[in-house]
């Protein structure tokens, strides 16, 4: 079965770093386009960045555009999320996603950004 595993979220300082990742299984990961989603609190989910199978083309929210960047090992199954210049306004929980004949979502990982 799919499965979808986020990991390296955390608290971080404003201004801060962080990368996140996304170990798959149970489907032929190449051949996949992957997102990453967020939700904050009182807030819906929304799209972050997502990348076609082979990494090549990448599109960003707006709102994360020159800070985040999306990338992918296909040789890993794994997918990331480098987060640089972080800001309050990105704590969230951040969702791995891929849609393989129906939605699959991560069980997510929490990135709080304070001071």
């Known amino acids: 079965q799919v499965q979808l595993v986020e990991s390296g979220g955390g608290l971080v300082q404003p201004g801060g770093s962080l990368r996140l990742s996304c170990a798959a299984s149970?489907?032929?990961?190449?051949?996949?386009?992957l997102s990453w989603y967020r939700q904050a609190p009182g807030k819906e989910r929304e799209l972050v960045a997502n990348i076609t199978s082979d990494g090549d083309v990448t599109n960003y929210a707006g709102s994360v555009k020159g800070r985040f960047s999306i990338s992918r090992d296909n040789s890993k199954n794994t997918m990331y999320l480098q987060m640089n210049s972080l800001k309050p306004e990105d704590t969230a929980v951040y969702y791995c996603y891929v849609r393989v004949f129906r939605k699959y979502w991560g069980q997510g990982t929490q990135v709080t950004v304070s001071s």
């Open positions: 149970g489907f032929t990961f190449r051949v996949y386009a």
